[in-house]
């Protein structure tokens, strides 16, 4: 009977788990020293960008957006040189992926980060050891728009913003919509919405997001553990 699975690389099967590592954050000396190198061609490029975008948040996000573009080997180092110049803080080894824009300059970023593609960050800090999955949005809290009074337009009301933060060693799932603190070691299931604080080390999921399970307690195999496992799917 012929295989039902399409060609391709055979390392990766069909409905089989198999172990990887990131080399993201295991790169080889080689690597650190090619994208150094890489880093410094980039510099008569992203320098004046950066100063430029020091004028304004405007400036900051056309510039952002425009770098979103470049396509991924080219883009990861421009976009990296250009927020370790432009940002209050960018540690190293950080990778803003294709797509994924950062609306303004005061945003701080640890070591070993990864953005994923077409994620959106508005007012929020990265701790080190972040892996942030492709379309995450982080905002600035939960309270954007005004709404009480009805004698007048949403729009005309104003709102509220806060700054947020992602822990050391997060991990936050695609299509997660994060408005509040997540704290260190801490899980976001995939497409969840976070608009309370997230507890360090604890695991969540679902809208709004609730909490499955701590990192540190054993497994059970319960039905809420199975539940994230497929909301991550």
């Known amino acids: 009977m ?4 399409p060609n391709r690389p055979r390392d990766v099967r069909l409905d089989e788990y198999s172990p990887v590592q990131y080399l993201q954050f295991r790169p080889s000396r080689l690597v650190r020293l090619a994208r150094a190198a890489a880093g410094v061609l980039t510099w008569p490029l992203v320098w004046p960008l950066a100063l430029v975008s020091r004028l304004s948040d405007v400036i ?5 957006e425009l770098l979103s573009l470049i396509p991924y080997a080219a883009g990861v180092v421009v976009r990296g040189e250009f927020y370790r110049f432009a940002l209050t803080r960018c540690g190293h080894n950080v990778v803003v992926e294709f797509g994924a824009i950062l609306l303004y300059r005061d945003i701080v970023i640890g070591d070993h980060v990864l953005i994923g593609r077409y994620s959106i960050v508005h007012h929020c800090d990265f701790g080190s050891y972040v892996l942030a ?49 997540v704290g260190r070691g801490a899980i976001v299931g995939a497409g969840a919405v976070v608009t309370r604080r997230v507890p360090e080390f604890t695991i969540v999921a679902g809208n709004p997001a609730r909490p499955i399970r701590r990192r540190d307690e054993p497994r059970h195999g319960s039905n809420r553990e199975s539940s994230l496992e497929a909301e991550r799917g």
């Open 2 to 5: 012929p295989s039902t699975e």
């Open 60 to 64: 900051f996000r056309s510039i952002s």
């Open 133 to 181: 999955a492709e379309r995450c949005t982080f905002l600035s809290g939960s309270k954007y728009h005004s709404f009480d009074r009805t004698d007048t337009p949403m729009a005309l009301q104003g709102g509220l913003k806060k700054r947020i933060a992602i822990g050391d060693d997060c991990w936050i799932g695609s299509h997660a919509i994060v408005m509040d603190i």
